[in-house]
């Protein structure tokens, strides 16, 4: 159990984080629309996200290859902190929406960078288990988050889940001062001037290792799109559910607890069968099913009938399916480069998740709901063929087993 003592600890610090992020995302959602009513100002609040991606993630994998990992998260933290506990004191929404936009950058940062400290903390053999962990502590978190909010509400206001965010950010930050130092040798490229001209080295670094290593970039690239369908489909389950399904909001509240409980129990298999369970199956099977999730719930007619199964498929396939994308990804992708490569390929992902999630919505509203969430949930199922394709075959089980190369 020794060797689980910083991996244990990492994950309280990540479950923290994680419900706090929550209580922020439902506070700040209830602030925008108590001062405008409009759900076209709730939209915006979802794109910040992505746009903030594409803004800082070209340039940001250079610094997270030079810079000590774990500072930086502990740095971006506590200023992430800094920024929500300022938000109940700006004067118009503007700032608002400027303030949330520079939380975000930090949120697009602190993703590549936490993924390269938990490579190098944690030993090849045990992140399978851990990536399972991971997705179970999000998961609960996803269902603890809402509730923390709501009992806030209760006793007090949105800013008062503001003010809770921001402790949860600052205690995130003194958790991860307890981890180890994984980069003593970052200490000698801390000096190194960062100029346009090593941005753009950096990014040939990173081309042409996806081009000598065009099986790691493929398999990435299938993640990347896993993403990119689950964000845009997701886009319409709310109107989905209400508008076409007419289910009540204790149904609702209902259908997000079997999703929440879905990942959970996924999650919980995950961990418990990590040695058995093997990655490229994981991949290819999770995609699928995740994809067929989506088809049963927009083939729906009822809560009872497919809605609750479609969004318990959802929930459970797509543990699976994460769990090995991060492991194959964490043991194949060099980790002296990790924040180059994920910033650079999460810049051309973001990109889509506004395209698509724009161009199904739109879609949505001059069609209808559910053709439009069939035909999205029908693409991702063939992504999911693509992926199992992908990972089947007695040669590419082989390259699944060799584990790390680097």
Known sequence: MSRWKYPLILLGGIGISNVGAWVYHIALNLIILNETASPLAIALLYILGPIATVCTNTWAGSFIDRLNTRRLMMGIDVFRAIC???????????YVYILAFVINIGSAIFQPTSMVYMTKLIPEEDRQRFNALRSFINSCGSLLGPAIAGMLFWMGTPYTAIYVNAV??????????????????????????FTWELIKNDFRVVVNFSKDNIYVTKIYLLFSGTTIF???????????????????????????SVFG??????????????????????IGIGTIFTS?????????????????PGVFLIGFAVTFANTGYLT??????????????????????????VAVTVLIGLAAELTSIRPVGLIGSFAFFILGLLALKAVSGAKRKEYFKKGASF
Do not use: C, W
Request: proline letters at 3%.
């Open 230 to 256: 689950m964000s845009a489909i997701d886009s319409l389950e709310a109107a989905f559910a209400k508008g076409v399904l007419s289910i009540s909001d204790t149904n609702y509240g209902f259908l997000l």
């Open 328 to 353: 194959f990804y964490q043991n194949h992708v060099p980790v002296r480069m990790m924040g180059r490569f994920e910033s650079l390929f999460s810049v051309i992902e973001a990109g889509f998740i």
């Open 168 to 193: 949860a950010l600052f205690i995130s930050a003194l958790i991860i001062r307890l981890l180890p130092n994984v980069d003593e040798s970052v200490k000698e490229k801390e000096g190194e001037r």
């Open 261 to 282: 409980a879905s990942i959970i129990i996924g999650s919980m298999i995950n961990s418990i069968f990590s040695k058995q369970l093997a990655v490229h199956l994981l």
């Open 84 to 94: 929500i506990a300022i938000i109940p004191f700006l004067p118009s929404l503007i």
């Open 292 to 308: 067929i999730g989506y088809l049963v719930f927009y083939s729906s007619s009822g809560f009872y009938s497919a809605a609750a």
